[in-house]
């Protein structure tokens, strides 16, 4: 069975600085990886996703994760953070059939001036 | 191409009325998944659909609530005798019918505030 985990529900960060925010999956086969975005009262929109082919992968607004196999992990970042960064994010995993994706329980990211 | 279409957006309910809430998936897409998000919470799956069938509904409560996906229109989730724990927002997402590293597109939410 698929799982992820997400260290750290609330992260806060200047405004240009790293932002590093942290996720572990657990999988028995080789996984689908995702981040996703939501902003308040909307739904989620897709930041970027790993399918096996680049271990670095870009996505939009600037963010990239990176997927290592050896740490189960699936780490988001950006090197400079915006205040439009602002947000809910959440990293999924689903198996190879898409029959299920897997939601970590979220962090909340806060950008300060 | 319209996105993942989903109404209500906002819905209140007094306790022990039904709530509908509509989903109708992005064009192409034959697979309807829908999670709820309770404050402070994570997206817990609850089903997963394909036209006229139930792929996947662990993530149901027993009772009260029941999804659908007919042949014409959108997919509905039903819930029941809504209760004042059922206050939640509602997502919808869909994927294209060759599911193999897919993304899950969502639709805006539903917000279901039973009073």
């Known amino acids: 069975a698929q799982s992820v985990t997400q260290l750290g529900s609330h992260v806060s960060v200047s405004e240009g600085a790293l932002v590093l925010l942290r996720c572990n999956y657990s999988?028995?086969?080789?996984?689908?990886l995702f981040w996703y975005v939501q902003y308040p009262n909307q739904g989620l929109q897709l930041l970027l996703k790993?399918?096996?082919?680049?271990?670095l992968v870009k996505g939009i607004n600037g963010f990239e994760a990176e997927f290592k196999k050896s740490e189960t992990s699936f780490h988001l970042t950006k090197p400079s953070a915006h205040m439009s960064d602002a947000a809910e994010y959440f990293c999924?995993?689903?198996?190879?059939?898409?029959?299920?994706?897997?939601f970590g329980t979220g962090t909340s990211l806060t950008v300060i001036p | 191409n319209a996105g993942v279409m989903q109404n209500p957006r906002h819905l209140v309910r007094r306790r022990g009325q039904e709530a509908r809430l509509r989903c109708s998936p992005m064009?192409?897409?034959?697979?309807v998944y829908w999670y709820r998000q309770l404050p402070e919470e994570g997206l817990k799956f609850m089903v997963y659909?394909?036209?006229?069938?139930?792929?996947?509904e662990s993530g149901m409560p027993k009772e009260r609530f029941s999804a659908e996906f007919p042949k014409e229109g959108p997919s509905i989730l039903r819930i029941q005798q809504v209760v004042r724990g059922d206050s939640a927002a509602y997502f919808c997402?869909?994927?294209?019918?060759?599911?193999?590293?897919?993304?899950?597109?969502f639709g805006e939410g539903s917000w279901l505030t039973v009073v």
């Open positions: 997402a869909s994927s294209p019918p060759n599911r193999s590293g897919n993304t899950i597109y």
């Open positions: 999988s028995s086969v080789p996984p689908y």
């Open positions: 790993y399918t096996s082919a680049a271990t």
């Open positions: 999924a995993v689903s198996d190879q059939l898409g029959n299920q994706f897997y």
């Open positions: 064009k192409g897409h034959s697979h």
């Open positions: 659909l394909q036209k006229e069938n139930i792929i996947d």
